[in-house]
Each structure stands twice: as C-alpha cells, then as structure tokens.
C-alpha cells in the first residue's frame, strides 16, 4: 500500500489563539508544530497518528457552513465534516460532557450501526465536527448494505488492477529530491535545538548526492 494514513487535514482560521484554545485545551490535542511569520502562521495538532492543521493569514474568515453533518445538498461545497476517533463509549461521554461544560452545542449520541457518534461545530472556525466510537469491529470487508450495489464496490476491497495506466518512467533515486519550501529552515532549528530528529530518507545514500531538503543542515 502506497497510502499508509493520513498524514493531516488543513483548514483555515481567524484566530490561532481562540483555535489552540479549543483543539488543545478542548479536545485535548497537542499541539506538535508550527512556523509563522507576519501575516501567516500555519501550526499543526495531533490527531492519532496524522494531525489536523490551521492556517492563520491576514483577512481569513471563519468557514461560511450553514447545513448539519450529513444532510443533502446541491451547493458545490466538496466537504461534509471530520469525525474524530475516541477509544470507549466512556471517552465518547466524557467529550460530551466536557462540550457542554464549555457551552458548544452538541448532538445526543447517535447510534449508527458501526459506531456511535456526537455532532458538533467547531466554535471558532465554524467546522462541523464529529467524534465516534467504533462499537463494531469488520472482520470481513467490504461489507455493504445498499439496496442498488454498486459493481465497482462488489469487486472486494483490495486494489483493483487494470483500471488505471501502469508506471512505465520511474523517478530515479538521483532525482529524489525535494525544492525548499515555506517551513525549510524550522527543521534546521529542530535540529539544531535536539528537539527532532531525521527520519530514514531524507538524505539518502543511493542517490549519490544530498537531498534538497538537508542541504542547509545547521552548523555546529
């Protein structure tokens, strides 16, 4: 599998004080990173093994959202909500406890068949949120209840082959290489700092030059 995860969710704020409040203080997030410069911030919370993230820039506005958590409809939005993952029944409640201590308006518990869930809105950026317990383990799948299946999905749920041209150019290792980005020389101060460390890769050895992304390493 070339997709092991999530690696994060990107959304935009008005507030990245009021945002930190909320996801860390909140919903007990961490907060792992960030990099800002006038005008700009961009800081990232972790969310299991990925991480949702904010950017924060000068005239944002909060998300302009006025349907429920999946309820139909024709506006070209693209996007219904982001639910959470919490480990027990007891976790799902105690979220819900703490929203209503807080005052942000959350749904009674709604059992979905495979997981129980809670509906609320992100009160800062006007998300619509979920957090779900998984009551139901699939040990078989796909497992599909539609009155018109589809085809496609009878198929099973691995990879398919033949739906999609094969690779027939390969990057070469040589050309493994990544151009600086906004964020280039946080990982240097990282570094610098003891407080990351590189992973496998980043500089590697086959390519028979430095990567892109290392070739401003810090100074001792």
């Known amino acids: 599998m070339i997709l092991t995860g999530l690696n ?6 008005c507030s990245m004080e009021k945002t930190i409040r909320f996801y860390r203080d909140l919903l007990e997030m961490d907060l792992i990173f960030g990099i800002g410069h006038p005008g700009f911030r961009h800081y990232f919370f972790k969310c299991g093994e990925g991480a949702v993230a904010f950017f924060e820039y000068s005239g944002a506005q909060p998300m302009k959202y006025d349907k429920f958590h999946g309820s139909p409809t024709s506006e070209p ?37 495979t997981i129980w869930s809670i509906y609320f809105f992100d009160p800062v950026n006007n998300l619509p949120l979920e ?10 799948s796909p497992e599909i209840v539609d009155s018109d299946p589809l085809q496609v999905a009878e198929e099973g749920s691995t990879p398919q ?10 990057t070469k290792p040589s050309d493994m290489v990544a151009k600086p980005g906004n964020g280039f020389d946080m990982r240097a101060d990282f570094l610098r700092r003891g407080v990351a460390k590189l992973k496998t890769g980043v500089d590697d050895p086959e390519s ?8 401003r390493k810090p100074q001792n």
């Open 8 to 13: 994060h969710l990107a959304f935009i704020t």
């Open 77 to 113: 939005i693209g996007f219904d909500h982001v639910s959470f993952t919490v480990a027990s029944r007891k976790e799902l409640f105690g979220l819900r406890d703490k929203l209503v201590a807080a005052n942000v308006e959350v749904s009674e518990a709604i059992d979905h068949g």
């Open 131 to 140: 957090a779900s317990w998984n009551c139901v383990e699939i040990t078989q």
């Open 161 to 170: 082959s033949g739906n999609w041209p094969e690779v027939s150019v390969h």
């Open 208 to 215: 028979g030059q430095e990567n892109l992304v290392v070739s």
